[in-house]
C-alpha cells in the first residue's frame, strides 16, 4: 500500500559516486474512506462513513520503503441512520453518531446491525463512493422511466 507524502525539504549534496539530491518527505496520518448505504424500495440512502487509519510499521532504515497497516476504524454516521441496534453492543452514549473500533471485524458487526429511518426494508453497503454513486445513478434511470 502507497500513500504519497508532501516533500518538505530537497538539498543538494556531494558524494563519493558524484552529486546527489536529500529529499525529505513528510507522511500525514492516512486514512481512507468507504460509503455505507442502504439500498431498497428502489432508492439509495447514504448513512455514513467508515474511515480507515493507517500508521507506518517500524523500519530497519530510512531507506527501507514504509510499510503501512490498519491502526484504528472509525464509523461516522448521518442523522438518517438508526444506530440503536449497534448500540446495545457497545457501551456508547446514544446520542453520538462517531463509533472508533480497534478491528475490522468489530466495525463491520457494528455496521451490519445499522438501519435507515427512511426506508423501511432493503439491505446496507460499504463500499467506494464511486460504486455508490454508480448505483444511485441507476436507480435514478430507473426512477425516471416510471414517471413516464
Do not use: H
Not at 543538494?12 to 492516512?30: A, R, S
Not at 431498497?40 to 448513512?47: A, D, S
Not at 527501507?64 to 454516521?77: P, Q
Amino acid at each position: 500500500m502507497s500513500f504519497r507524502g508532501q516533500v518538505i525539504k530537497r538539498e543538494k549534496v556531494n558524494t563519493p559516486l558524484g552529486p546527489g539530491e536529500l529529499v525529505t518527505t513528510e507522511y500525514t496520518t492516512p486514512k481512507r474512506k468507504k460509503v455505507i448505504w442502504w439500498m431498497g424500495e428502489g432508492k439509495i440512502v447514504e448513512l455514513g462513513e467508515l474511515i480507515t487509519y493507517y500508521m507506518a510499521e517500524p523500519r530497519k532504515s530510512d531507506f527501507e520503503e514504509i510499510k503501512w497497516r490498519s491502526y484504528f476504524f472509525e464509523v461516522k454516521l448521518k442523522d438518517i441512520a438508526d444506530p440503536s441496534e449497534g448500540i446495545e453492543m457497545l457501551t456508547g452514549e446514544e446520542g453520538d453518531l462517531d463509533f472508533e473500533f480497534d478491528e475490522l471485524e468489530e466495525a463491520e458487526e457494528f455496521i451490519s446491525l445499522i438501519k435507515c429511518k427512511v426506508i423501511t426494508y432493503g439491505t446496507i453497503e460499504i463500499d467506494s463512493r464511486a460504486e455508490f454513486e454508480r448505483w444511485a445513478s441507476i436507480l435514478k434511470v430507473g426512477e425516471e422511466k416510471e414517471t413516464k
